[in-house]
């Protein structure tokens, strides 16, 4: 298994541009997150999804959008990027066992480290 | 919303000698608690993780303690190695069968000196 994947590894951009990370994990996990990681900040939920066609806003989801059509893909979109929006972006998936009503690890990719000029 | 504070921010410690990282949060309904470990330009990859039924657990040389009275959890690591030199994370969930919802506090930087 390759585990989480994430595209681009690094990108630069110019405010006001879009762009689309992508996530994707070939574990067949129900859950799967996107995270934003600051300086001194910690990682923060930006949004999630507990299974193909369902999404939530998590803590900081403003100015990003998600979408779920599969249960492998989970991309990231940023509609018209700004400078507070540089950080570097984590996907995460997870599965659940719903006997145990507990919930279960969660696999990070490597990260997306986004600039906006 | 949680809310979990993360202390101390940097930790030196001599090879050999024990690390601790303590961690508060203020949902008194979490009931899981996670440590990552991240080493630098990767993703955070999980060490150990405790549930709000068990008050400690152990995995060689790492431990987990957690005190639900105090809303207080912490990660002991003895006889530190360098390859433990990196930023500790610790997180805890208060939505039950959902992993997708962990709340950071902002790491410890552990650096295990020769």
């Keep these: 298994n390759a585990g989480v994947t994430q595209t681009p590894k690094f990108q630069v951009l110019k405010t006001g541009q879009s762009m689309t990370l992508q996530c994707a994990q070939d574990m067949n996990h129900e859950y799967m997150s996107w995270y934003r990681q600051d300086p001194g900040m910690g990682l923060r939920l930006i949004h999630y999804s507990v299974g193909a066609g369902i999404t939530d806003q998590g803590e900081v989801p403003n100015g990003y959008n998600v979408s779920r059509s599969t249960t492998e893909d989970f991309p990231l979109r940023l509609l018209s990027a700004a400078p507070s929006q540089t950080s570097v972006y984590f996907c995460a998936s997870s599965y659940r066992d719903s006997s145990l009503r507990a919930p279960y690890e969660q696999y990070f990719g490597p990260g997306t480290r986004l600039t906006v000029t | ?114």
Excluded: M
Aim: glycine share 8%; proline share 4%.
């Design chain 2, 1 to 114: 919303g949680e809310n979990v504070e993360q202390h101390p921010s940097t930790l030196s410690v001599q090879e050999g000698d024990s690390a601790v990282i303590k961690c508060t949060y203020s949902d008194s309904a979490s009931n899981y608690f996670p440590w990552y470990k991240q080493e630098l330009g990767k993703g955070p990859q999980l060490i150990i993780d405790i549930r709000s039924n068990v008050g400690e657990k152990k995995d060689q040389r790492i431990a987990v303690t957690l005190n639900k009275t105090a809303k207080h959890f912490s990660l002991h690591i003895t006889e530190t190695q360098p390859e433990d030199s990196a930023v500790y994370f610790c997180a805890a969930s208060n939505t039950p069968g959902t992993a997708s919802k962990l709340t950071f506090g902002t790491g410890t930087r552990l650096q295990v000196t020769l």
